[in-house]
């Protein structure tokens, strides 16, 4: 570890995995530096895994790793599983240079849950779906993630996104590890993490998911890949094959997991956004006297109201709407009077056509309904001045509705 | 005087022949239109085709936009009564061709 140090500073400056994680872009030059530096020696390929390695140690020892699950041995098979949890996570992105064509063919495929449909669910859950403790955490912390019941998935989904293995250079990173750790896995990772080149090349993952029990305490994980025979040359362009499969010594279910997976979760989301109605979870005396009394305050009011249910007259609504126009007073037969009416009624003003209308009709009104006076009919102001500047022609139509020879008075003002 | 009771014969007779229906009957005339023609204070004439069954507000209101005039400052008077803003032409009788008269505000102080 002390004679790799060196290197490990500079192969971290240049991208490779020490520094992997922090990674996002990929970054064609360095890749290709990376690619020149690689060579392909043995000492290089054994100082880039004890870097991951270091760096997964430093990682772990900064975060408060509780791991629920227990493995057989030291603590340093936690920190296997999570450099295997890292590299876990960057196999869908290698897998997802995929032609689009593939990733809908696999994503038809109905128990045979592909990549490609596992992605497109699982980002689809991520937008929908963010819970604080929710899976995806394990961007901040992949101990966390172990923590998680639905841990078991996280290498399949959580990887996804958030460790770029987009840079040629952390693929390579990638697979250099998982080669060189062949010879180291005897005396790191006490073969927790078994690598197994000979798979047949398909190119479907299978993600077999155990159920997850505290007390399975015996859990073996398996990362079984087929690496191109160069992969340090041309890693970018054959992506690595690999397999996971975990499996617990009490023997879980493994049938059609990500069902399961969809309806626990949909069981929460629903849990969730249900609210139960507060009368059937608040049962104390003090509410049910409350909920009393609202109830006979509304029956009093429903029996109040029908009580006063009375029939308005038609115009009742334009009389209403009426009143609430700005300045009116009052009104008779249409002419009505507002407040800069009865204003102009002020010292040293004058008189408006309208408080002349209104007092005309408040004339005949008072004739129409006490018994006794005058029959009394009156023309607006207008008579006069239309008479004088337009004839009597447009005025002849004035007294059409009234019999102007039945009045005893005729004003004309 | 003539004319409105020759269109009220009309009227009931259209009424009759388009349906036995009692209730129909005043709803059914209630689609036509006509055109009244509203007459200024300088004789100015502006014809609006409404349907009957139109309150008379709107015209009003189109006639004070037309003529740039404030809205209060305007009096429509129908056979020198005035009208108000709920009447529609079928409400007041209206006839194809009837004029509204649309007065100025008249203010004392020798404006005449």
């Not at chain 1, 992506?239 to 997991?257: F, I, L, Q």
């Not at chain 1, 006297?289 to 429903?302: K, T, Y």
């Amino acid at each position: 570890m002390a004679a790799s140090n060196k290197r490990t500073r500079s192969l971290e400056s240049l991208g490779m995995p020490g520094g992997f994680p922090e990674r996002r872009k990929p970054n064609k030059r360095r890749a290709d530096i990376n690619g020149g530096l690689i060579g392909g020696s043995g000492e290089w390929l054994l100082s880039c895994v004890a870097a991951t390695v270091s760096y997964a140690k430093s990682w772990f020892s900064s975060t408060p790793a509780k791991t629920e699950i227990r493995h057989s041995g030291d603590s340093t098979h936690t920190q296997s599983a999570a450099v295997k949890e890292r590299i876990e996570g960057s196999q869908p992105r290698v897998r997802s240079r995929k032609s689009k064509k593939q990733k809908r063919r696999k994503a038809l495929v109905g128990h045979e849950y592909s990549q490609g449909s596992l992605q497109s669910k699982s980002r689809r859950l991520v937008k929908e779906y963010t819970t604080p403790s929710s899976v995806w955490s394990v961007r901040d912390s992949p101990a966390r993630a172990l923590e998680h019941p639905t841990r078991k998935f996280s290498g399949a989904y959580s990887g996804n996104g958030f460790y770029s293995a987009r840079s040629p250079a952390y693929s390579e990173g990638v697979s250099a590890w998982s080669q060189v750790s062949t010879e180291e896995r005897q005396e790191d990772t006490r073969s927790i993490l078994s690598i197994d080149s000979s798979v047949p090349d398909n190119n479907e993952y299978r993600y077999t998911f155990g159920e997850q029990r505290s007390n399975a305490s015996a859990r073996r994980f398996t990362f079984e890949s087929s690496v191109s025979p160069s992969p340090f040359s041309s890693a970018a362009a054959t992506p690595v094959k690999g397999r996971w499969t975990s499996s617990s010594a009490s023997g879980a279910k493994r049938s059609e997991p990500a069902d399961l997976w969809m309806a626990q979760l949909r069981k929460k989301i629903q849990e969730t956004l249900s609210v139960t109605s507060p009368a059937s979870r608040i049962a104390t005396p003090a509410y049910d006297r409350v909920c009393r009394e609202q109830n006979d305050f509304e029956a009093r009011l429903a029996q109040a109201k029908q009580k006063m249910a009375f029939a308005l007259p038609a115009n009742a609504k334009t009389v209403i709407a009426q009143t609430q126009l700005p300045g009116f007073m009052a009104e008779i037969n249409n002419v009505p009077v507002t407040a800069r009416d009865v204003d102009t009624l002020g010292d040293g003003k004058w008189l408006n056509d309208e408080v002349i209308n209104f007092y005309m009709q408040l004339i005949m009104e008072r004739s129409e309904q006490t018994p006794g006076m005058p029959t009394v009919h009156a023309f607006n102001t207008f008579f006069y001045s239309t008479l004088r500047d337009q004839g009597y022609v447009r005025v002849k139509r004035w007294t059409r509705r009234v019999k102007l020879f039945e009045k005893d008075l005729v004003i004309v003002p | 005087m003539d004319s409105p009771n020759n269109s009220n014969n009309n009227n009931n007779n259209n009424n009759d022949k388009s349906s036995a229906n009692a209730d129909v009957k005043d709803a059914k005339p209630d689609t036509e239109q006509v055109n009244i023609k509203v007459i200024g204070p300088d004789s100015s004439e502006v014809m609006f085709r409404i349907k009957t069954t139109t309150k008379l507000s709107k015209l009003m209101q189109a006639y004070c936009t037309r003529t740039g005039q404030a809205a209060g400052s305007v009096r429509f008077l129908v056979d020198g009564q005035r009208i108000s803003a709920d009447d529609t032409p079928q409400s007041l009788g209206l006839e194809e061709g009837d004029s509204i008269d649309a007065m100025s505000e008249q203010v004392g102080g020798g404006r005449h």
